[in-house]
């Protein structure tokens, strides 16, 4: 799991076959996406789209210009991974024993007695909760999700 640097937030009208097209424009410009999300909107037949990545900024702004141009987009904007409306919740597996030591904005839940827990926090700090876990060989596996407020 690389650490997200990019959020586009992408608006759509109609989601039939789009995340096959954004897939497609992602693989033709070597992005690998960390984190896909997609829900529907207070709009009738409209749905939001996050996607989560790591990239060079230019890269970034091209497949955000290239995914633009995608019939059924009706808006899109690109978020740095430390934009404060971006909040994370992630589930994570660690090894035997181990307790995560995040930074302080990130809350900590234990869900069990193996070492399941529950970290919601803005983007970047459980993103750099995650990198030090990784770093230090405690994460033993993770599952994220995005909220951008």
């Not at 759509?12 to 076959?17: F, L, N």
């Not at 990784?134 to 909220?147: C, D, N, T, Y």
């Given at each position: 799991m690389s650490t997200i640097r990019w959020v586009l937030r992408i608006r759509?009208?109609?989601?039939?076959?789009v995340l096959a097209r954004i897939s497609a424009v992602c693989t033709y410009w070597a992005i690998s996406l960390q984190l896909v999300q997609n829900s529907e909107t207070e709009q009738p037949g409209e749905a939001a789209i996050l996607l989560g990545?790591?990239?060079s900024e230019r890269k970034a702004k091209l497949l955000m210009r290239h995914l633009r141009r995608l019939e059924s987009v009706r808006e899109i904007v690109l978020l740095p991974h430390d934009e404060p409306t971006l909040r994370a919740t992630t589930t994570i597996?660690?090894?035997?024993?181990?307790?995560?030591?995040?930074?302080?904005?990130?809350?900590v839940h234990a869900l069990n007695a193996e070492g399941r827990y529950?970290?919601?926090g803005s983007l970047y700090s459980v993103e750099t909760c995650l990198n030090e876990l990784?770093?230090?060989?405690?994460?033993?596996?993770?599952?994220?999700?995005?909220?951008a407020l």
């Open positions: 759509v009208e109609d989601r039939t076959g990545f790591a990239a597996q660690l090894t035997d024993g181990a307790h995560p030591h995040c930074p302080a904005d990130v809350d529950l970290l919601i990784r770093h230090r060989g405690l994460l033993h596996s993770a599952g994220r999700a995005l909220i």
